[in-house]
């Protein structure tokens, strides 16, 4: 399931004139939407979000994502050949997944960012992975745990 329409990613740029016949088409624009969609659900998932995601306010925010994400593409598209409009939509890109990863990053702490959504708690191999993470990080004292300091262990 897109979170996100056709229709809204038309609106939000009509100047671009999107149709059947375009590069991208507006065929090749919902395609993009599911698999955004489809790859954000497998991060929110391995999160421990129950996917496709379902409160109404949740889905307002995985839209607002999904659409600046869409766009992104989309005009990276049509600019094909002009490296700093293409670089200005790529930055976009990362932007909206930026935005995915910072509810990600919550989700591995147990927080809940997207409070109306199912949630069944981070899956416990991303657990251990952030744990373990966290462990490598430098210590209070500065020292990285598994430099000089720790070869006595």
């Known amino acids: 399931m897109a979170y996100a329409t056709n229709t809204e990613v038309l609106a939000r740029i009509p100047a671009l004139n999107l149709g059947a016949s375009t590069e991208p088409s507006t065929t090749d624009v919902t395609t993009l939407l599911d698999e955004i969609s489809t790859?954000?659900?497998?991060?929110?998932?391995?999160?421990?979000?129950?996917?496709?995601?379902?409160?109404?306010?949740?889905l307002v925010e995985m839209k607002r994502i999904t659409l600046k994400r869409c766009i992104a593409d989309v005009c990276k598209i049509v600019a094909t050949g002009n490296t700093v409009v293409v670089a200005y939509w790529q930055d976009e890109a990362d932007a909206a997944d930026d935005m995915l990863d910072k509810i990600i990053e919550r989700a591995m702490k147990g927080e809940q960012f997207l409070s109306d959504a199912a949630w069944a708690q981070p899956d416990?191999?991303?657990?251990?992975?952030?744990?373990?993470?966290?462990?490598?990080e430098e210590d209070d004292d500065g020292y990285e745990p598994w430099t000089e300091k720790y070869k006595e262990y």
Do not use: C, H, K, M
């Not at 790859?39 to 949740?58: E, H």
């Not at 416990?124 to 490598?136: E, G, P, T, W």
């Open 39 to 58: 790859q954000y659900d497998l991060q929110l998932a391995q999160a421990g979000y129950t996917t496709p995601i379902t409160g109404t306010n949740s």
């Open 124 to 136: 416990n191999v991303f657990l251990a992975r952030s744990y373990a993470a966290d462990i490598l």
